[in-house]
């Protein structure tokens, strides 16, 4: 198959998927450039500063990694329901609109960056709400994309007369993935009231209706590159939503112990909180348990090891990271150090990062006509990416645990001891150690992209359909 052959919907997933590669750049980027700050704090002085950089890293993940969902199941939704996706022509028009708002807002953020406290700036720049900051207008257009490609998927299944039980779980997560995100336009003058919503959209649009849709995109994964039976991927989709909507919900009370709500959130958020990566492990492990019976045959090596890297380390990442810190008696100390970012870099990556870049390699080669994905060049960027976060992740993990201890339990939350923490040898060592690591992704970055885009030349082996992974 090559690009020409492509379904009007899969040429769109492609361009969805190019776009978030090139802005997976972008974020790590100023995710170096942030990383830079806390070793030179006055580095870009009266010229760009530190927010803008590290809202510009946060922003751009989110984004990134929603078009690589959205190009994912554009990719897979004629291949699941047998037809063209219903209202192709307003998915392609809405992706130009959603780079345009992309572009706008960046460049907003780099040339204007702040303005008055007035509500032209929450509409033109900046609306100050944490990992939202994009102007309303541009989260406007954010919900006209999303109930677009609400549209198609519910349009194409209804044209199809046919419902899988994967395309139920993604049709039923289309309604809160819509309707969360309207959370983010409310400005409450009641800090704990503003928090305990903001904390809705931050937590159930992103880390429960995301974890559902990339449940979905790893169950068309494991059938087409593991020839996983349906019956196995869709029943560990179930318990997923089910999960979700216990352990997710509830879990959501670990953001709540100290912004005002009652005490009985302590115990419930701890708990259920470690429970929601459960079901994608649990799906995977089944997968390759299943695979293993039939010796691991794959067509596609590095999509192969990236889907298992990603049940992995979203457990570990999201589940053992984020379960370490959300006992009160901890988080207590941990909430808001280095220790919280070291959880969020691991959780992040291993819950979605790991899974869109399984998606690029499939795609990749079903359209260069690739028999057998294989090769040394995807084993340097899956090393050097994974060697990297790991190093990032441990590196924030040092420094998070020097301010636990040292600002929180030593000194006691003050702004003095908060100075002392940020002074001493192990949290600059850690800050040192991330920007190091985080080169290395970089690398990592350089020649995955590389491998994408020169595969075809070393890869092709028509004689091998199929090798053991």
């Not at 022509?89 to 008055?116: D, K, S």
């Not at 207008?137 to 994967?166: D, E, L, P």
């Not at 589940?319 to 988080?331: A, D, V």
């Amino acid at each position: 198959m090559d690009y020409s052959a492509l379904s009007r919907s899969q040429k769109l997933a492609v361009r969805y998927l190019i776009a978030a590669v090139t802005l997976f750049g972008v974020m790590i980027v100023f995710g170096l450039l942030t990383a830079a700050y806390y070793i030179q704090p006055s580095l870009l002085y009266n010229v760009f500063n530190f927010n803008n950089s590290k809202i510009l890293h946060i922003d751009v993940l989110v984004i990134w990694l929603l078009m690589g969902f959205l190009g994912a199941v554009y990719w897979y939704l004629p291949k699941e329901l047998g037809r063209e996706v219903e209202g192709i022509w307003l998915a392609e028009l809405t992706f130009w609109v959603f780079c345009a708002v992309v572009a706008i807002v960046a460049l907003v953020f780099i040339f204007v960056q702040y303005g008055p406290a007035t509500e032209s700036t929450l509409w033109l720049i900046n609306q100050g709400r944490k990992y939202v900051e994009a102007p309303r207008w541009a989260s406007i257009g954010v919900v006209a994309v999303m109930g677009v490609f609400a549209y198609n998927v519910i349009a194409t299944c209804m044209k199809a007369h046919r419902m899988t039980g994967i395309m139920w779980v993604l049709v039923l997560d289309l309604i809160p993935l819509l309707l969360v995100y309207l959370d983010a336009f409310p400005s409450d003058p009641n800090m704990s009231r503003d928090l305990y919503w903001w904390w809705w959209l931050v937590h159930m649009w992103v880390e429960s209706t995301w974890e559902v849709l990339i449940g979905c995109v790893m169950a068309l994964v494991l059938m087409d590159v593991m020839g996983t039976s349906r019956r196995i991927v869709e029943t560990w989709l179930y318990i997923e939503v089910m999960l979700v909507l216990g352990a997710g919900i509830l879990g959501l009370g670990h953001h709540y112990f100290w912004i005002g709500t009652p005490k009985y959130w302590l115990g419930i958020g701890g708990f259920f909180s470690a429970l929601e990566p459960l079901p994608l492990l649990g799906m995977v492990v089944h997968a390759v348990y299943d695979a293993g019976m039939h010796r691991l045959k794959t067509a596609n090596r590095p999509a192969f090891y990236w889907i298992t890297t990603e049940a992995f380390l979203n457990f570990i990442g999201a589940g053992i990271w984020g379960f370490m810190m959300t006992l009160p008696q901890i988080n207590l100390y941990s909430h808001g150090t280095q220790w919280t970012v070291s959880h969020g870099h691991f959780a992040f990556y291993g819950a979605y990062v790991c899974g869109i870049i399984a998606v690029l390699y499939v795609v990749k080669q079903k359209v260069s006509g690739i028999a057998f994905m294989d090769g040394p060049a995807w084993k340097w960027g899956y090393g050097l990416l994974n060697f990297g976060m790991v190093g990032m992740v441990m590196a924030l993990l040092v420094s998070g645990m020097t301010q636990a201890l040292v600002g929180r339990a030593e000194g006691g939350s003050t702004l003095m001891a908060f100075t002392v923490a940020s002074e001493n040898p192990w949290f600059i060592s850690g800050m040192y150690a991330r920007l190091g690591f985080g080169v290395i992704f970089a690398l990592g970055y350089v020649v995955l992209v590389y491998n994408l885009l020169t595969a075809p030349r070393h890869l092709v082996q028509p004689d091998a359909q199929v090798q053991t992974a």
